[in-house]
């Protein structure tokens, strides 16, 4: 049953729950993030160890998959997410993406009702609490998820082009491909790292469990159309199951009731065209 979920139809996300009792929660993912309705924090900033081209250290590996729902990308090695008002070191598990198909949006978040292009799910857990991933699951803050928007511009991303040319390794369901260099993450993330939403959520796709920090931030990574179609290019089946094949597309969770939870800012949305943070206010994130 684990693997047994789509994005569509009868085992689509409206029937989620059925199968999966905590899609049913209070405090699911992805929302929409009303900017208007944030909580401005002064939060302290990120600090991403094992991210930049000069400390990817030996050991590190990264392997893409294809899961029929997504292309994951599984790392190993010194890979961790600290500071921005995270309550401890996250290691990087795997980073994995949503899309849309042609000409709709695929984020999974969206700010103020508007969704991006596709959306990247860098994926960590508390490894100072838990020995592994899944032991992290079963913690209401086991994981800190980071969601980095991404849209269609003019140019070739260069920090995405060894990733996504090496799609074509991957095109099938089942299929893995272990990459010759591991990525440096750091070019996968927005230039502007300081500006960031904070939440309690869950895994977007089933079992849903709400075991997330969320961090998303606010401004997105541009890719060219090229590149983006390069994720709507991944086949959903194995050549084995079926000799065409549908392309994965789509595979975004439609938003989630907020509820009573809190959405925090790291900064001032109302004044974002300069990078001025919220004066004077703290407040306890998480
Ligand atoms: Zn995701």
Not at 66 to 83: A, I, P, Q
Request: charged letters at 25%; aromatic letters at 10%; glycine letters at 8%.
């Amino acid at each position: 049953m684990a693997d047994d979920w789509s994005y569509s139809g009868e085992k689509g996300p409206s029937n989620w729950a059925s199968f999966f009792a905590d899609a049913n929660g209070a405090r699911q993912s992805p929302i929409n993030i009303e900017t208007d309705k944030v909580k401005s924090c002064d939060t302290p900033e990120f600090n991403f160890i094992g991210f930049e081209d000069d400390d990817v250290v030996d050991g590190s590996t990264m392997t893409l998959s294809n899961d029929g729902h997504s292309v994951k990308v599984s790392v190993t090695g010194e890979h961790y997410v600290t500071g921005g008002g995270l309550p401890g070191k996250f290691k990087v598990e795997q980073f994995h993406f949503h899309w849309g198909s042609d000409g709709s949006p695929g984020s999974e978040h969206a700010i103020n009702d508007t969704r991006y292009d596709a959306e990247l799910h860098i994926v960590s857990y508390d490894c100072e609490r838990f020995s592994n991933f899944t032991e992290a699951l079963g913690d209401c803050q086991g994981l800190a998820v980071l969601g980095i928007f991404i849209e269609v511009g003019d140019k070739t991303n260069p920090g995405y082009e060894s990733l996504t040319t090496e799609f074509r390794n991957v095109q099938r369901k089942g299929q893995t491909f272990q990459l010759e260099k591991a990525l440096v993450l750091r070019s996968l993330l927005p230039e502007n790292v300081r500006h960031f939403y904070r939440y309690d959520g869950s895994l977007t796709t089933p079992p849903c469990t709400e075991c997330v920090i969320w961090t998303v931030f606010d401004r997105p990574v541009q890719i060219s159309v090229t590149q983006l179609e390069r994720f709507r290019s991944l086949v959903a089946t194995a050549v084995s199951e079926d000799e065409e094949g549908v392309n994965v597309e789509s595979n975004y969770r439609p938003l989630q009731a907020l509820g009573d939870r809190a959405v925090t800012a790291s900064f001032s949305p109302v004044t974002a065209n300069d990078d001025k943070k919220a004066p004077g206010k703290t407040c306890a994130i998480l």
